[in-house]
């Protein structure tokens, strides 16, 4: 491998720094919000488009609805994706070398009902950090990808293999349908790096992730005011969160041979919401009809997820049997999104994993952490699917899918400097 040394490297993108400031002020100002059903993905597309206009490179849009009807086994069913499209940008190398897939999604999760202390679309930058909705999650990452992308276009530097730029629509919601169709549509790597938050770290390996509603329906309402028994789910989902935390403590004794090895709790379950009746102000003393638990299940990259799937269900119904309550209502078992995420994992000795390793390390100035996500992503359909050894690497920040969200513009900056160092070395290797 080539390596480019880290103060050509800052030459290259420092001129960047202004209009990469901007073009992420202006994305994290554009809504581009995906709900469980679809997304409105265009305004912030469109502003990527312009921006790669300026500077003299031409982005493609296109359509991600033929994914429907492509058969793919993940494309979710319960999703529309007409109208949205991904982005994609292609820096054609000589064919001497390795490509590289810059991946990143463009959709955020909605702003919620946490109280922001500024508008989730500011775009304000203070103290060095550039507030709002998908600042982190992962606009910074996009803006990384493009100034990496452009930094190679200006100084006319045309590498081995090729480097494609693309960002997808419909990553939020363990969606993966713009990842799906640009796999589909045949652009492939050698190796892919997405930019998500990672705080300047490596991860190497996602874990998978499925969520399911549990829900209760029980009784009749209208007994409230008679004298029949009133029947509720409200007091026996005590005894439905008590499986679920039986099962949270049993996963957390399980033991990681991967990537997750040094996690506290490599495998999480966590109750994500509980609803039986609202205490909005409006809602009248009534008695509920109806409890749902939500719950968010996480696995190892080595673990047989649908199995796992398969037995909880399993030992659902036999818990349900041996409760009176449960037996006459048994609990339902709702995917909310459909089908689960998969997790992946890069081998440590991997040489796309060597070549992130030190290129970090060149820019950083220390030993790059080399870790593993505590989420699922794309990552996992990109590697396990399509076969591209993918590595996380992205900026330092905090509040995703939460209030306040930020990232650290140096971050971002310094993320640009060691993705094109390892693009550098990369694709001429
Ligand atoms: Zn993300």
Not at 3 to 26: G, M, N, W, Y
Not at 305 to 313: G, P, Q, T
Request: aromatic share 8%; proline share 5%; hydrophobic share 40%.
């Amino acid at each position: 491998m080539t390596s480019t040394a880290p103060a050509d490297v800052q030459k290259l993108i420092r001129p960047l720094k202004s209009s990469i400031k901007r073009l992420l002020q202006e994305l994290v100002r554009t809504n581009s919000v995906a709900i469980l059903s679809g997304g409105d993905e265009m305004a912030a597309q469109r502003v990527l488009q312009g921006f790669f206009r300026d500077q003299g490179i031409r982005a493609e849009l296109y359509d991600t609805a033929f994914i429907t009807d492509s058969g793919f086994a993940q494309v979710r069913k319960n999703k529309s994706y007409v109208g949205r499209k991904n982005l994609s940008v292609r820096l054609q190398g000589s064919g001497r070398g390795k490509s590289l897939l810059l991946n990143g999604h463009i959709d955020t999760v909605p702003a919620g009902k946490g109280a922001w202390s500024r508008s989730p679309w500011s775009g304000q930058f203070s103290q060095g950090r550039i507030h709002g909705l998908g600042s982190f999650d992962m606009k910074a990452g996009l803006a990384a990808n493009a100034a990496m992308v452009c930094a190679l276009k200006r100084a006319g530097i045309k590498t081995g293999g090729d480097i494609f730029f693309e960002s997808v629509v419909d990553e939020e919601w363990g969606g993966g349908g713009g990842t799906i169709a640009a796999r589909l549509r045949g652009d492939t790597a050698d190796a892919c790096v997405i930019p998500e938050g990672t705080q300047l770290e490596i991860y190497r390996a996602t874990r998978g992730g499925f969520v399911v509603d549990l829900v209760v329906d029980a009784g009749d309402p209208s007994g409230y005011f008679s004298t029949a028994e009133v029947v509720s789910p409200a007091m026996p989902i005590g005894r439905l969160l008590g499986w679920v935390a039986e099962l949270a403590k049993k996963r957390s004794k399980l033991k990681s041979k991967s990537a997750y090895k040094k996690f506290a709790d490599p495998v999480p379950v966590q109750v994500l919401a509980v609803e039986s009746n609202r205490l909005d102000a409006d809602v009248p003393l009534s008695v509920p009809s109806r409890a749902t638990v939500r719950v968010y299940l996480q696995f190892l990259p080595e673990e047989d997820v649908d199995a796992i799937i398969a037995s909880l269900r399993r030992q659902l119904e036999t818990f349900c049997a041996s409760d009176p309550f449960f037996a006459k209502y048994p609990v339902q078992w709702l995917p909310l999104i459909g089908g689960p995420l998969y997790g992946h994992e890069v081998a440590s000795d991997h040489p796309w994993l060597q070549c992130m390793e030190q290129s970090a390390e060149r820019v950083l100035g220390k030993t790059a952490i080399t870790t593993a996500a505590p989420y699922p992503c794309d990552a996992g359909l990109i590697h396990r699917d399509f076969g591209i050894p993918t590595l996380l690497f992205g900026p330092c920040g905090a509040g995703a899918h939460n209030p306040d969200e930020y990232v650290e513009f140096d971050s971002v900056i310094k993320t640009a400097e060691v993705l094109l160092t390892a693009a550098l070395s990369w694709a001429n290797g």
